[in-house]
């Protein structure tokens, strides 16, 4: 069974500092995508970054970073510099490439960035 | 981008009656869209995959006659709350699936309709 495990339910931080968000998956399958998606307050779901498996290469993005590592089937996300506008929660997900696009859902970390 | 909208953003209503909510694809065709709900402070709960001119899978624990899913067209799919209860209020979220290419295995989320059954 595929799982997504997102052990830090709530952080909070200061502006500037960084802070990084772990997310750690299970599955036997060889080809999958990873996902990290931002929820505000207003609820709407905003695509960061999606990932295949075949492909371990670090991200960057601005502020925002992503470390891919198979050996620990880890899909790290970073910001640095964090900004007050941060604040929200931010879900990890995997999905299979034979299920029919079927996302599995991280349990979600809230990020408080305090000014 | 592709863009899914839904309608309506939010409703309240009174318990027994039954709510429709709609998932639009506005510049693409999705022949999959899937239907989440999401409770506060928790996660997204996937309910069903719903696929153009078929019937909606639905997920284990997830009642069929309660949550109809109709999905009548490549860029429309509804879901009907039947008969609604306080314990359905909840954050129902869609997401429409690209039908091919680089979009193939991504999903494209809708902003999310609050229900809150009185």
């Known amino acids: 069974a595929q799982k997504v495990t997102q052990a830090q339910t709530e952080i909070s931080v200061v502006e500037k500092e960084d802070v990084t968000l772990d997310c750690v998956y299970e599955?036997?399958?060889?080809?999958?995508?990873l996902f990290w998606y931002k929820q505000p307050p207003s609820g709407e779901l905003v695509f960061l970054i999606r990932?295949?498996?075949?492909?371990?290469q670090n991200e960057i993005s601005g502020r925002y970073s992503w470390n891919f590592q198979k050996s620990t089937s880890s899909f790290n996300f970073t910001i640095t510099a964090s900004q007050v506008v941060d604040s929200a929660v931010y879900f990890c997900?995997?999905?299979?490439?034979?299920?029919?696009?079927?996302?599995?859902f991280g349990q979600g970390t809230e990020l408080s960035v305090k000014p | 981008g592709a863009v899914v909208s839904q309608h309506p953003s939010w409703v309240i209503c009174k318990s027994g009656t039954s709510v429709k909510i709609e998932c639009r694809s506005l510049?693409?065709?999705?022949?999959?869209m899937f239907w989440y709900r999401q409770f506060p402070k928790q996660s997204l709960m996937l309910m069903a995959t719903?696929?153009?001119?078929?019937?909606?899978?639905?997920e284990q624990g997830v009642e069929k006659d309660k949550f109809l899913i109709n999905h009548a067209s490549l860029t429309l799919s509804t879901l009907t709350v039947t008969s609604a209860h306080p314990e359905d209020s909840s954050f129902y979220i869609c997401?429409?699936?690209?039908?091919?290419?680089?979009?193939?295995?991504?999903?494209?989320f809708g902003p999310g309709t609050r229900l809150t059954v009185l």
């Open positions: 997401s429409a699936r690209g039908s091919s290419g680089r979009d193939y295995n991504e999903q494209f």
């Open positions: 599955t036997r399958d060889t080809t999958y995508y």
């Open positions: 990932r295949n498996s075949f492909d371990e």
């Open positions: 997900a995997l999905t299979l490439y034979n299920q029919g696009g079927k996302l599995i």
């Open positions: 510049d693409f065709q999705a022949t999959t």
């Open positions: 719903s696929n153009e001119g078929s019937k909606a899978t639905y």
